[in-house]
């Protein structure tokens, strides 16, 4: 079983930047890919970046130039760095942990973009 904790969300203006975290813990190990997603009412959820454990990254044309994921493999850690942020980005951002066939969910951390 894995846990994933989100923290990091908030209200920022347009133009602001916030760090989300993502910490899982519990039977991990092995091959395996960690990513940022969002979701706004009435959407499907999206994905805004992964990350394998290799630092292979992907990103949504949406973010491109904007955010940065990023991994700390010690500490079992991911980061979404969000700059430049537009109101756009306003969502419900998630972890995600892919292992095996397995795929993992934190709670999700609010991000709001507003003035």
């Known amino acids: 079983q894995v846990q994933l904790v989100e923290s990091g969300g908030g209200l920022v203006q347009p133009g602001g930047s916030l760090r989300l975290s993502c910490v899982a813990a519990?039977?991990?190990?092995?091959?395996?890919?960690m990513g940022w997603y969002r979701q706004v009412p009435g959407k499907q959820r999206e994905m805004v970046a992964t990350?394998?454990?290799?630092?292979?990254?992907n990103y949504a044309d949406s973010v491109k130039g904007r955010f940065t994921i990023s991994k700390n493999n010690a500490r079992n850690t991911a980061y979404l760095q969000m700059n430049s942020l537009k109101p756009e980005d306003t969502a419900v951002y998630y972890c995600?942990?892919?292992?095996?066939?397995?795929?993992?969910w934190g709670q999700g951390t609010q991000v709001t973009v507003s003035s």
């Open positions: 995600n942990l892919y292992i095996a066939i397995f795929s993992y």
């Open positions: 990350i394998t454990l290799g630092g292979t990254t």
């Open positions: 519990g039977s991990i190990s092995g091959f395996y890919t």
